[in-house]
T-cell receptor, first 112, second 116 residues
Framework: ELKVEQNPLFLSMQEGKNYTIYCNYS?????LYWYRQDPGKSLESLFV?????AVKQEGRLMASLDTKARLSTLHITAAVHDLSATYFC????????????FGTGTRLQVTL | GAVVSQHPSRVICKSGTSVKIECRSL??????MFWYRQFPKKSLMLMAT?????????EQGVEKDKFLINHASLTLSTLTVTSAHPEDSSFYIC????????????FGPGTRLTVT
């Protein structure tokens, strides 16, 4: 059974600081997603990472994937208040018709 | 991009009643639809997977008689919470997938169910 762990679960950081959220998974996967969720809302897709060494960046967020270590990171650069949200990684099992398994989520609070 | 809608966005019902939530793929044919449940400050938990025209596959621990899922067409799946109780109060999110190419999943906006 695929297990996905994120840490930290909660992150409070000041504006302007950098930080990294980690996502570990237990078995082989063919892709990994990062999503953002605002309170009371559904998921917003941020990144999909397909291969070992994949790196994607959008604004102050950068995601990377190490399939050998079964680890993905979401790096936040110079955080701003608007980035406050909960971030989930989700791992797709091997095979195109597999389902997604979500991590525990990281609640990010960026303070002024 | 692909759009998935849910209706209603919020619903309040009394204990013992049933409530139906609709999930529609607006601009593509959803071969597979998924239903998730999310408790406050928790992650998404997959409840069931449904394929058009066949019975849903439920995850372990999810009562199929309580959470009835119907995937009647390639653009519509419904989740009916039967004889709802306060512990069924939750945020329900559906997603839809077109089973060709990349097999991407698209998420609906969610339905907040409150059972009083």
């Amino acid at each position: 059974e695929l297990k996905v762990e994120q840490n930290p679960l909660f992150l409070s950081m000041q504006e302007g600081k950098n930080y990294t959220i980690y996502c570990n998974y237990s078995t082989t996967s063919d892709r990994l997603y990062w999503y953002r969720q605002d309170p009371g809302k559904s998921l917003e897709s941020l990144f999909v990472l397909l291969s070992n060494g994949a790196v994607k960046q959008e604004g102050r967020l950068m995601a990377s994937l190490d399939t050998k270590a079964r680890l993905s990171t979401l790096h936040i650069t110079a955080a701003v208040h608007d980035l406050s949200a909960t971030y989930f990684c989700a791992v797709h099992g091997s095979g195109t018709a597999s389902k997604l398994t979500f991590g525990t989520g990281t609640r990010l609070q960026v303070t002024l | 991009g692909a759009v998935v809608s849910q209706h209603p966005s919020r619903v309040i019902c009394k204990s013992g009643t049933s409530v139906k939530i609709e999930c529609r793929s607006l601009d593509f044919q959803a071969t597979t639809m998924f239903w998730y449940r999310q408790f406050p400050k928790k992650s998404l938990m997959l409840m069931a997977t449904s394929n058009e025209g066949s019975k849903a596959t439920y995850e372990q621990g999810v009562e199929k008689d309580k959470f009835l899922i119907n995937h009647a067409s390639l653009t519509l799946s419904t989740l009916t919470v039967t004889s709802a109780h306060p512990e069924d109060s939750s945020f329900y999110i559906c997603s839809a997938r077109y089973d060709r190419g990349f097999y991407e999943q698209y998420f609906g906006p969610g339905t907040r169910l409150t059972v009083t």
